[in-house]
């Protein structure tokens, strides 16, 4: 089955710098590739995916990621980090073949003032 | 009702009991999903309906799990002989798309089951 890696349990940024979250995922054919981020006490929240196409693909809140086939990699990335932008961030991927969807165990963004 | 929605959101229960989850999926979404997470961690993958039937139920944990989706829309995740192990937010998300695949979820705010 397909899987998700997110390396980092935890990044901290200050406002205003730029912020990256990595993702690496593994599956035996070609991925679907999304994030998600969850605020506390809230239900996940879709902020972009990757099917086809541009290997750059912007997504809600100024969110950009990268897919690099390569390094079977998917990076969220957003030029300058808000304070608001502090929560929980998930990857996931789907093979193609099927609809399933797994998640990394999630990445936790803190941004200072 | 406009998004995913999920019943009860909190539930307490004393171990051995037997508890029921529900998820009515926003209309006309065929693919459904459930999921576990426990605090700080990610959304673990229980098992998922295309229609009424379960196209994978890899991720129940043990034969105490069980779900059912018998119109296609609504779902309920049934757990018999309730363990404090099963102490999590069930999460339910549906997903709607042309393409197979494609759609990204609708996830609910979830089910907080605590078994003590």
């Known amino acids: 089955a397909q899987s998700v890696a997110q390396p980092e349990d935890q990044v901290n940024v200050a406002e205003g710098n730029p912020l990256t979250v990595k993702c690496t995922y593994s599956v035996s054919g070609n991925p679907y590739l999304f994030w998600y981020v969850q605020y506390p006490n809230r239900g996940l929240q879709f902020l972009l995916k990757?099917?086809?196409?541009?290997?750059l693909v912007k997504g809600s809140y100024g969110f950009e990621a990268e897919f690099n086939k390569s390094q079977t990699s998917f990076h969220l990335k957003k030029p300058s980090a808000l304070v608001s932008d502090s929560a929980l961030y998930f990857c996931?991927?789907?093979?193609?073949?099927?609809?399933?969807?797994?998640f990394g165990a999630g990445t936790r963004l803190t941004v200072k003032p | 009702g406009a998004g995913v929605s999920q019943t009860p959101s909190n539930k307490v229960t004393e171990k051995g009991k037997y508890v029921e989850l529900r998820c009515d999926p926003i209309s006309g979404h065929t693919a459904l999903y459930w999921y576990r997470q426990s605090l700080g961690q990610g959304p673990e993958f229980l098992i998922y309906f295309q229609g009424t039937g379960a196209a994978d139920d890899s991720g129940l944990p043990n034969d105490r799990f069980f779900a059912v989706r018998p119109e296609g829309s609504v779902s309920t995740l049934k757990i018999q002989r309730t363990e404090r192990g099963d102490s999590a937010v069930y999460l339910c998300a549906s997903s709607s798309s042309v393409v197979v695949g494609t759609g990204e979820l609708f996830f609910g705010e979830g089910s907080r089951l605590t078994v003590l």
């Open positions: 996931a991927v789907r093979d193609i073949r099927n609809n399933d969807m797994r």
């Open positions: 990757y099917i086809t196409g541009d290997n």
